[in-house]
Structures are given as structure tokens and as C-alpha cells.
């Protein structure tokens, strides 16, 4: 499976709006909901660190990693 992006957890503790957090990190809506949806390739450090820095919360609050022979066996 690979990298898993949990932003929509974060954003739901956070009580913020994918519009309101798209504006505070600078990106538009369309590519935050890509981001949120695990529907992107990549991340950019920068979009990273807003993303951190608006939510209150570490890399690994929004990341984590699941290893694809792990999830297969369940």
C-alpha cells in the first residue's frame, strides 16, 4: 500500500473546513482534496510544512506508512 495520507482525520480534529485550510497553506481546493483523498504521487516539503504549521500537528500525525505485504495478509 505504501504511504497513507490522513489529513481528513487531522482536519476533522481540527474542526477545519478543506476550504478554509486550503487558504491558510496556499494551494487551491481542487489539489488540497487530491491531497486529502491519498490521490497524489507526491508532496511537497513546503505543502508539508503549511499543512503542519496550520493544523498544529507533526509530519507523522499526517503521514504513515503501511506496508503492502502487511495489509495483503489481512
Do not use: W
Not at 46 to 71: G, H, M, N, R
Amino acid at each position: 500500500m505504501g504511504i497513507v495520507i490522513h489529513l481528513d482525520r487531522m482536519m476533522t480534529k481540527r474542526h477545519i473546513s478543506l476550504g478554509n485550510l486550503a487558504k491558510e497553506v496556499g494551494i487551491t481546493d481542487a489539489n488540497l482534496s487530491k491531497i486529502k483523498n491519498n490521490k497524489v504521487h507526491s508532496i511537497r516539503f513546503s505543502i508539508l510544512t503549511e499543512l503542519c504549521k496550520a493544523l498544529d500537528c507533526q509530519p507523522s500525525d499526517l503521514l504513515e506508512y503501511i506496508d503492502s505485504e502487511e495489509s495483503d495478509s489481512k
